[in-house]
């Protein structure tokens, strides 16, 4: 069994575009269990840091600007599976290729403004939420 926490954030084009009830409100009806939630905005330092692992790719510069650019909503978020299930419920990282219902194809803009993240993995999962979040603010 993979683990039971995943890490999100609704980024900046679904917040700009209100979308922030309607995100968490599917998010609630797939079956996860707010863990931790906050209105936030990150630092260009911070989405440096919380991206390193794409400093190499052609996009590192707009993802930063992009991250950076306007209020976010960081969530750590509980369910069985709890990874692999939020990156279905998401959908492909390409709103264009994203499957019918998902939030991607919802609410996001395009692949750079793709409306919500979702960690890759239990071990980033837990990397991600502490990057965001004090112990005491996760319950
Ligand atoms: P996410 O998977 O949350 O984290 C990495 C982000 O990089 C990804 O979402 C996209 O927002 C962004 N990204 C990936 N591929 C591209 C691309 N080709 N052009 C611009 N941004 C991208």
Redesign the pocket.
Known sequence: MSGKITFTMIKPDAVADGHIGAILGKIAEAGFKIKALKLTQLTVADAKKF?EV?AE?P?YG??VDFMSSNPIVAAVLEKDNAVEDFRTLIGA?NPADAAEGTIRKMFARS????A???SDSDENALIEASFHFAGKEIF
Do not use: A, D, P, S
């Open positions: 991206y794409h790719r996009f707009e993802l990282t692949i750079g403004e793709n919500v993240h979702g």
